[in-house]
């Protein structure tokens, strides 16, 4: 027994010394013009197929075939998706056919994936590609009109698409809900805010503790920021000044380089909360 638990030893050093030669080696290929090897593509789309399977149990899709949730769902397609999926007889934009993984055609994954899925990988995104979380950008309601659609553009010859979609043309522009401000210092969940600084790409120009980004930043260190007397120098820190700073940068100041992400209400009272924990100075 010990002789086979020395062994499995061995085999585990010499795997994790495998593969740090081959990190520290350089000779991976990280280019987006060439693909994932076969067996690590296929490892990774089970593994994502399995994930979205389990996070996914217990979401009760609403009524889909409602036309005016369909319709909703086509504008809300044409603004946001058929960029990277395109739709039947329409190819995605340039910019989507040099993403790896390519982002999938998805008439097979309305006949494949039941709403639920559809919905989560909508609302929640999928780490290691460019699909986003939505839910930062869409309102449930609105993430279901996509779906809707996408259930019903299975259905559509290119001929029905182009014809319903130029139906649908004098469709308003969808937009993100974007709720009122509630003035106020009340603060969120410090766990949804580090979700949320994600998402804003806030680590793009900050060194955050907790987030992973660059090394070289636009803007300063936020350690230790939630014992700073002042947030940018123009503010007492205090809960509802970080909440104005964070809805609108440049109101506060015109000569700043932070801009205005319009940040939902909740997402904004989240980050400050996450904020306010990094009280250790770099």
């Not at 029905?160 to 709720?179: C, I, M, V």
């Not at 900050?206 to 947030?231: F, T």
Request: with cysteine; charged share 20%.
């Amino acid at each position: 027994m010990k002789y086979y638990l020395r062994a499995f030893i061995v085999l585990l050093l010499l795997a994790a010394a495998a593969a740090a030669a081959l990190v520290y080696s350089g000779i991976y290929p990280i280019d987006a013009a060439s693909a994932h090897p076969m067996p690590l593509y296929h490892i990774l789309h089970y593994t994502m197929r399995r994930s979205v399977a389990h996070h996914s149990q217990g979401i009760s899709p609403p009524r889909l075939d409602d036309t005016t949730r369909v319709r909703s769902g086509l504008a809300l397609y044409r603004e946001y998706c058929v960029q990277c999926h395109g739709a039947p007889g329409i190819a995605p934009d340039p910019l989507a056919r040099g993403m790896t993984p390519e982002p999938p055609n998805l008439m097979p994954t309305a006949r494949g994936w039941p709403p639920s899925e559809i919905y989560w990988a909508i609302r929640q995104g999928i780490k290691m590609t460019a699909m986003p979380a939505w839910r930062y950008r869409l309102s449930d309601e609105q993430i279901w009109d996509v779906v809707a659609f996408v259930e019903k553009m299975r259905e559509l010859s290119p001929q029905e698409y182009k014809a319903l979609d130029n139906t649908g043309r004098n469709t308003p522009r969808p937009s993100a809900p974007r709720a009122p401000w509630s003035p106020g210092g009340q603060l969120g969940d410090p766990a949804a805010g580090l979700r949320a600084i994600h998402q804003y790409l806030c680590a793009t120009c900050h060194k955050i503790p907790g987030i992973a980004g660059e090394d070289q930043n636009v803007g300063p260190s936020l350690a230790g920021i939630g014992q700073r007397q002042y947030i940018a120098g123009v503010l007492r820190n205090t809960p509802e000044n970080m909440l104005r700073w964070l809805r609108d940068p440049p109101a506060v100041d015109p000569l700043t380089a932070m801009p205005n992400l319009r940040l939902r209400e909740q997402d904004a009272r989240d980050i400050a909360a996450y904020l306010y924990t990094l009280n250790e100075a770099p």
